[in-house]
């Protein structure tokens, strides 16, 4: 199967969103990346609601939801109507996970599960079979442009080997500090979907960036 890029929204002029979005549209970009955060859960606001409404009146590709927040049971019927298809909620949020991942389903997306650098990949043992996505963190979440932590290699390859052996067919996505200097590496060890902001967004041309990086991993 192709390798997915997903350009991080968090990462695009908020007042030319409309102009960004339509960049993503028009490149080889497989998902829009968006990240809904509340200043609880990480140290910082993105936006909420009414932008992801507007963006998604544009977006014309698969809608993947990052929500960094807490009680995100609370708000999962809403982001279905506001067009997300793929919905990451964060296993360090989540007291009953099984029920939100259900949630999820039920509401017809397919469900993520985000795990932050220090979460061992052994806490999804038990709902790696439900799962569509599971998020890797490979930074701390809550700001766009850190550096990317070479620890998550290893945990790529734990993943992997999980999802082989639950016969899952959940798809692997690398999240924070994602350039042409590592993304090969990512694929090898099993990721399926590359996370880029800064990357695509801050470079001189957005769409040949992508191109490239698309191109890099297939
Ligand atoms: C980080 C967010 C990321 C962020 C990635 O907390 O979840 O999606 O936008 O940005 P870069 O690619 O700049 O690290
Ligand atoms: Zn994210």
């Excluded at 968006?34 to 544009?58: C, E, Q, R, T, Y």
């Amino acid at each position: 199967m192709s390798k997915l890029i997903a350009p991080s929204i968090l990462a695009a002029d908020f007042a030319n969103l409309q102009h960004d979005i339509e960049m993503v549209n028009n490149s080889e970009a497989d998902w829009f990346h968006i990240d809904i955060m509340d200043g609880v859960f990480v140290p910082n606001i993105s936006f909420g609601m009414p932008v992801l409404k507007a963006i998604s009146k544009h977006a014309k590709k698969t809608i993947d939801l990052h929500l960094l927040i807490v009680y995100p049971d609370r708000y999962i019927t809403t982001f279905a109507d506001l067009g997300a298809d793929i919905l990451t909620v964060h296993y360090e949020a989540c007291k009953h996970l099984h029920r939100t991942i259900q949630a999820i389903k039920a509401a017809g997306m397919k469900a993520g599960v985000a795990l932050n650098p220090h979460t061992p990949i052994a806490v999804l043992e038990d709902v790696i079979a439900d799962l569509d996505l599971v998020c890797i963190m490979s930074v701390n979440p809550g700001f766009g442009g850190q550096s990317f932590i070479e620890n998550t290699y290893k945990k790529v390859n734990q993943l992997k080997q999980l999802i082989e052996f639950s016969e899952s067919d959940c798809q692997i996505e690398i999240d924070g500090g994602v350039t042409n200097k590592n993304a090969n590496q990512l694929i090898e060890a099993g990721a399926d979907v590359l996370v880029a902001g800064s990357y695509v967004f801050k470079s001189e041309n957005p769409t040949e960036t992508i191109a490239d990086l698309k191109a890099l991993i297939n």
